[in-house]
Nanobody
Framework: QVQLEESGGGLVQPGGSLSLTCVIS????????MAWFRQVPGKEREFVAA???????YYADSVKGRFTISGDNVKNAVNLQMNTLKVEDTAVYFC??????????????????WGQGTQVTVSS
């Protein structure tokens, strides 16, 4: 059984930092594309970042230079370090795993497995 469990969300002031972790069980992140998406009520799920073959990284333009995705092969986990957070980064953040290829890496439908989500709130 495949399980993805996110942790690390919370409340932070604008300009602050948070680190999210997604621990994966049942599959190896070395064989899958792993991604973070986010969603606010009333909007579609939005791509944030992805890592493929535990090495190649992809970012949404809105987070490039502020967020860093990384894989931990020992813990079979994926981390998202979020710096210089903005109010507009407020959302529920979801971890996802799938056999996404380069052309579909930013597409939610390319991912088969999802975590339950963790809330990130950026507010003063």
């Amino acid at each position: 059984q495949v399980q993805l469990e996110e942790s690390g969300g919370g409340l932070v002031q604008p300009g602050g930092s948070l680190s999210l972790t997604c621990v994966i069980s049942g599959i190896s992140l070395r064989n899958y594309a792993m991604a973070w998406f986010r969603q606010v009520p009333g909007k579609e799920r939005e791509f944030v970042a992805a890592i493929r073959w535990a090495a190649t990284k992809y970012y949404a333009d809105s987070v490039k230079g502020r967020f860093t995705i990384s894989g931990d092969n020992v813990k079979n986990a994926v981390n998202l370090q979020m710096n210089t957070l903005k109010v507009e980064d407020t959302a529920v953040y979801f971890c996802a795993a799938g056999r996404a290829i380069v052309s579909t890496i930013r597409t939610p439908d390319a991912y088969n497995y999802w975590g339950q989500g963790t809330q990130v709130t950026v507010s003063s």
